[in-house]
């Protein structure tokens, strides 16, 4: 193979699966944003600069 040969075939990979990859991470942070369970934690953080006490975890 040439060195362009290569360059285009390591260019389709990290385009194609890079675009996967990066896709794949978002879904899993708006995932673990969105879970039900953590609405608590994020209802706290909202309300914390109009409060002086501390954010429990």
């Given at each position: 193979?040439?060195?362009?040969?290569?360059?285009?075939?390591?260019l389709?990979?990290s385009?194609?699966?890079?675009?996967?990859?990066?896709?794949?991470?978002?879904?899993?942070?708006?995932?673990?944003?969105?879970?039900?369970g953590?609405?608590?934690?994020?209802?706290?953080?909202a309300?914390?600069?109009?409060?002086?006490?501390?954010?429990?975890?």
């Amino acid at each position: 193979m040439t060195g362009d040969a290569v360059h285009d075939a390591v260019l389709v990979f990290s385009k194609t699966w890079g675009a996967i990859y990066l896709l794949v991470v978002f879904l899993l942070a708006a995932l673990w944003t969105y879970w039900p369970g953590r609405k608590s934690i994020y209802e706290a953080a909202a309300q914390s600069p109009l409060t002086d006490e501390e954010i429990k975890q």
